[in-house]
């Protein structure tokens, strides 16, 4: 099911209008095979004409919707990327301090036959998923688990990609009660000490300190329409106006 922001309504209308014609021919209606009427020729001409309304919106999207682009629901998370990029991937779980932090996954794959150590946040792609994931947003336990992949990528001489999609680190009482601060600081310190050439994505939403503590790399790419930040528009307008609706 397509999901549409609201500024892509007009484009959902007219979805909705070539889904309909769709359908009108499908079931071998009458209408459709009068004299004069192809629905095959009216369908192609709407998607033309869909095609060129998506791309004249997204060519003058304003600050907040490219912001709402970059946490679009239907975006591809990190498993979408590390399956179709990386062969032989291969989770590692565990910061072997407190615990498992399943907003950061970590692992190693093949790279067009290349061996690399992997790492990204995953935000889950439904309700269930983006709770088990704490919506990508990672704990204490999630940045020294990337400590230690840093740890043994430079032991192996592997490479290191990072695809980074979240709004921020996790900031409740039990994460700062466990070292956030520190363990994002020291997290980005070994991001720096990393002896092996690493490339950092920017895929969705590139959200503060918790995106800086995997993506200090030798090189930072961002996809179209992703966004890279010291603070969400929400917290920034609560700090100036007091108000996250003034984003």
């Known amino acids: 099911m397509n999901v549409f922001l609201d500024f892509e309504k007009p484009i959902a209308d007219l979805e909705g209008k070539i889904e309909e014609l769709r359908q009108f021919g499908a079931n071998g209606k009458e209408g459709a095979k009068q004299p004069g009427i192809d629905i095959d020729e009216e369908v192609a001409r709407l998607q033309g004409k869909a095609a060129q309304m998506i791309a004249d919106t997204y060519a003058r999207l304003t600050p907040w919707q490219k912001t709402l682009v970059a946490r679009h629901p239907a975006r591809p998370h ?9 062969a ?4 590692l779980a565990g910061d072997r301090l407190y615990g498992e932090d399943r907003a950061i996954v970590a692992g190693l794959g093949r790279f067009r036959g290349r061996s690399v150590a992997v790492i990204g946040h995953e935000k889950g792609n439904d309700t269930k998923s983006r ?12 940045y020294r688990k990337v400590q230690r992949l840093f740890e043994m990528a430079g032991r192996f001489g592997l490479p290191v990609i990072s695809l980074v999609d979240t709004a921020g680190a996790y900031p409740g009482i039990g994460a700062e009660e466990r070292g956030q601060a520190e363990a994002i600081a020291r997290s980005t310190q070994a991001c720096l000490c990393v002896g092996t050439p690493f490339v950092s994505t920017i895929i969705g939403e590139g959200g503060s300190g918790g995106a800086v503590a995997i993506a ?7 996809l179209e329409h992703a966004i890279y930040s010291v603070i969400s528009p929400e917290g920034c307008a609560s700090i100036l106006w007091h108000s996250a609706e003034k984003r």
Do not use: I
Request: no cysteine; proline share 6%.
């Open 78 to 86: 990190f498993s979408d990327y590390a399956t179709r990029l990386f």
């Open 88 to 91: 032989d991937f291969t989770p």
């Open 131 to 142: 709770v088990k994931h704490n919506f990508g947003m990672a704990m204490p336990e999630g």
């Open 216 to 222: 200090t790399a030798n090189k930072v790419f961002m």
